[in-house]
């Protein structure tokens, strides 16, 4: 199989599409990407974690740009490939350098790391938004922590990376953070409740999540998302992006306007992808 990435963000911008080859196992084929999200890293390492749970054989073709590849390298995407996974192309040996205020590498997220990872991504919001509007973020940011640790657990776990921007081209400062988890997925974690023995498919199950207090437990509380746009959305553009199973949903909401589109995808994603944005201004 094959997966190209190319341009900037491609697995934010597009949808996964996986390529029949010839040849075995799994090949990430990312010499013409230009500009790599979170999401694009954080769905990567689930993605090759996934296939390597099976016996498939992970291969990651590096960018051909050098401060691209290095990126890639910096935010530790090539740690977390699966043991084994073979590298092909150059990579620089250059200093190291502290950017703990404005990123976080993709981490594996278990429950034992949830508060060091917390601790982080507040310190990488405040540290760019501000303390007022880096709390009101890491309203949102908790939550999707918290389902992929509750709702997206499984042996092979999830990852999470976040990036900083400041502003200075657009305006406006934002904090993009992406979970990607190889657990049960929004729809079969839904079914696991009786009250929702109506959903039927990954669609319908992401519209169920985005309604208040939706749960695939008994337990008195929700799944959590309509909390992720609604913490920050008198002062911010909120945007997430929600893949699970062959169902997508982005949803933006900037105080009393919100729009949501659903939509299927080709590629079925296994566990649950989220990528969310807020935006203050600069």
Known sequence: MLLELPGRHPLLRGT?????????????????????????????????????ASGTQIALLLPERRG??????????????????????????????DHSASLLEVTRLTGAAVRDVNQR??????SHLGKRFG???????????????????SELGAFITAQAYSGK?????????SVCDTGVGV??????NQQHSDVTDSIHALERALSPRASGTDEDRGYGLPDVLDGVRETAITTLILRSGDGAVTASHYRER?????????????????WLRVSFPG
């Open 16 to 52: 996964l599409r996986l390529q029949e080859t010839a040849r075995p196992g799994l090949t990430v084929d990312a010499r013409h990407l230009e500009f790599a999200s979170p999401l694009d890293l954080a769905a990567v390492a689930a993605l090759t974690h996934t296939h390597a």
């Open 258 to 274: 919100a729009l949501t589109s659903y939509r299927r995808i080709p590629e079925r994603v296994a566990g649950t992808w989220a």
């Open 169 to 177: 081209t657009t305006g406006r400062r934002r904090l993009e953070v």
């Open 187 to 192: 729809l079969n974690h839904l079914r696991r």
């Open 135 to 153: 709390r009101q973020a890491f309203t949102g940011l908790g939550e999707l922590i918290d389902n992929a640790v509750s709702h997206g657990t």
């Open 68 to 97: 691209v590849a290095s990126y890639l390298q910096r935010m530790d995407l090539l740690k977390h490939l699966p043991d084994g996974s073979r590298i092909v192309g150059s990579l620089s040996e250059g200093e190291r350098n």
């Open 121 to 126: 991504i507040g310190f990488v919001a405040t």
